[in-house]
């Protein structure tokens, strides 16, 4: 069993940033995929960035790359997603998600951060 908490949202305005933190339980946090995702109100939960289990390969959506950065540090059992040039259509609830092999489908989930941008 995994547990996730994430932390770090709040409201903030166009073109500020923020920085989401999100703390895994287990011993193995270093051999997890770790991903995060979103969703606003009205739609389906869309992919944001992922990071390998040692850090060294990301992948992003197309909406926030060069925006956004995922990193982890798995002596602390956390993984960040720092958020530049935010903009109102980046509000959504955040989730950060742990992948052990079995897809996204299969991941244990945290329960979420809220992430308003005001215009």
């Known amino acids: 069993q995994v547990q996730l908490v994430e932390s770090g949202g709040g409201l903030v305005q166009a073109g500020g940033s923020l920085r989401l933190s999100c703390v895994a339980s287990g011993r193995t946090f270093s051999t997890y995929v770790m991903g995060w995702f979103r969703q606003a109100p009205g739609k389906e939960r869309e992919f944001v960035a992922a990071i390998s289990w040692s850090g060294g390969s990301t992948s992003y959506a197309d909406s926030v790359k060069g925006r956004f950065t995922i990193s982890r540090d798995n002596a602390k059992n956390t993984v960040y997603l720092q958020m530049n040039s935010l903009k109102p259509e980046d509000t959504a609830v955040y989730y950060c998600?742990?992948?052990?092999?079995?897809?996204?489908?299969?991941?244990?989930w945290g329960q979420g951060t809220q992430v308003t941008v005001s215009s």
């Open positions: 998600a742990a992948e052990l092999g079995a897809g996204w489908e299969g991941a244990y």
